[in-house]
């Protein structure tokens, strides 16, 4: 018989473990106790999720078979990887990071795939008076007493304001803690009320925040947007080609997307919400390499030439003044809409409290691998699976990752935007009114469509492309060079600006909402890089589509692709419906994770320097693998 003595901040128990069960893992006696772990990696040692102090008495670690003495471990322990001693004793701290607070979860748009403690980012938390050590300054044995709880994960400073805390009477010290990047800044609490974050995705072509409550998780509310950015260049490159060109490209790139981009989405999720802007307490942000740089205002011209070296791939925390997204401090130059007044919490003096956030970028690999994929390697949890696996990425970058026996090759490869629905004839985000699915009839071709919302169809978005190239291949109406076959008719005909198109329904006032011949050499264009990038990573690997698992087709299209579809247009060239899996933005399932969960970032850094990078215009094969891709299947 042996007992195990365990303690949280909010619980303290001692179980006894008979002979029988001894050689449980430390996880399974504690998830037997109902305090079950965040053993987001399967308990296959691969992440922090299971992390226990051992405080006093011993455990036998299960990777050396020795005996682990209280005093002797240097670091937090994983549970998963340590058992009881027989008939021994051990006294464990698990702190908050290690709870199990959410298994994986569908939320709104995406999948978060791995389960997360809860831990955000910016916190409130009570400490018992009794706790202090009154022979110390209160600052000092205040974080003393709060590095402790956190098992010294990172250190603990006082912020302003903590002094006058000193002489506080009641049972409990009130106060936030915040995620400053390489410490926690300790400061007094202010009025109870609900606090939010916001997780981003900066894309190159959309971007998207999701305003999230960091009490429970849950999403407050959603908007998404054009980056304005792309009235300066649809693609990473050529805004990079700016910036080497002028200077001055850096501030106008930062602008666009801090300024008229971004802030225009947090008033909209705050208005809502019915939300003051005090509310946001701290931001989440991924995106690939280059729009972090030009959301810092860092120039990013290093990574338009050999050796594309980025400037930063690290987390980095900056302030939201740094990066032009405070608020003013009066009502004048958020909104002229009086309706907006709601949101602004402006008190009676027109002075506003200063929204001065802490902004978290996520770490990145590489200048072509971003945080955006590495959250998704995360998010989707194949960094911790047993199967090979790969996740595809149909952003304007075309990111692919491939999961192989310990390894992750990862590349990039320039798709465009076509299946964000920009750059194309009647192309739109999925948004109110967006023609969502296409059906032709296989006789008289008649379309047969969805639209989001019901409403008159203003254009296409990205799931009816995929789904007008299918039917479009299948029942004759192109030919697999992307060309119509068949005379003119009354949808059939040459319209004024975009060349041969094809009428796939009528909106407000019978306006034409058309596919052209351009766009389907757009869509083919973006299909086949990212058709080609797919092959030539299997390639490098010695593999074939057979050996993938999983495929985990990611993207702004939520869960909405029709897979079948998918796979007649070519997209993922050898795979099976079967294979394919519908995750959603997996970018911004990382920055959700971010938010709620601090231990996730460390864990991404992790899955950074794992990431083999593959330069694919150094691949031999990959220009010919394009060219071979550019048509649609027989
Ligand atoms: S569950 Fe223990 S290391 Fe991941």
Known sequence: MSTLDFHTANDRRSVAIDDAHESLLLTDVLRRADLPLNTRCGQRGLCDGCC???????????????????????????????????????EVHVPARSLLAHAPQVVTSFCANVSRAHDPLWQRIDIPIGDIDKSMPFPESLCRVIAKQR??????????????????????????????????????????RSDFGVAVDVGTTTVVATLVDLENGEVASTASSLNTQTRLGDNVLTRIQHCRNHKRFVGLLQRAIAKR??????????????????????????????????????????????????????????????????????????????????YSAVPADGQMAAFDPAIHFL????????????????????????????????????????????????????????FEGAGLACGVRASRGAISHVRLNDDSKEPDIEIIGGEDPIGLCGTAYVDFMAEARRTGLIRKTGRFLGSPSQRLFRHATHGQSFIVARGSASRPVVVSEADIASLLQAKAAIAAGIV???????????????????????????????????????????????????????????????????????????LEIVELNLEPDFESQYIDQLCLPE
């Open 151 to 192: 098992d010294g994960d990172l250190p603990v400073r006082p912020g302003r304001g903590l002094d006058a805390l000193a002489e506080f009477q009641e049972a409990c010290i009130h106060v936030t803690l915040e995620h400053c990047g390489d410490h926690w800044s300790v400061r007094p609490a202010g009025s109870q």
């Open 52 to 90: 226990v102090e051992l405080l006093s008495g011993a455990l036998i670690s299960t990777v050396t078979g020795k005996t682990v003495e209280s005093g002797e471990a240097n670091e937090p322990l994983r549970a998963c990887q340590h058992q009881l001693v027989p008939d021994g004793q051990a």
């Open 363 to 418: 770490p990145s690999a590489a200048a072509y691998v971003g945080a955006d994929i590495i959250a998704g390697v995360f998010s989707t949890g194949m960094a911790y699976q047993m199967e090979t696996s790969l996740l595809v990425d149909m952003g304007t970058n075309g990111e692919i990752v491939l999961k192989h026996d310990d390894r992750l090759l990862g590349c990039a490869t320039a798709a465009g935007p076509a």
């Open 536 to 610: 030539c990573l299997l390639d490098r690997a010695g593999l074939s589509t057979d050996d993938i698992g999983t495929l985990y087709l990611a993207g702004g299209f939520g869960f909405h692709m029709d897979v079948e579809n998918v796979i007649r247009c070519g997209l993922l060239p050898g795979f099976r419906p079967d294979q394919i899996r519908l995750v959603g933005n997996t970018s911004l399932a990382g920055a959700y994770l971010a938010l709620l969960d601090s231990g996730v970032l460390a864990e991404m850094k992790r899955v950074s320097r794992r």
């Open 261 to 342: 981009t971004l802030k225009p989405l947090l008033d909209e999720v705050l208005r809502e919400s019915n939300l003051s802007a005090d509310q946001i307490v701290c931001l989440a942000v991924a995106g690939n390499t280059t729009m972090l740089h030009l959301l810092a205002g860092v120039d990013p011209s290093p990574m338009g030439a050999v050796p594309f070296t980025p400037e930063f791939v690290e987390h980095r925390v900056f302030r939201a003044r740094q990066l032009l997204l405070s608020t003013p401090t009066t009502t004048a130059g958020i909104s002229e809409r009086p309706e907006d007044a709601a």
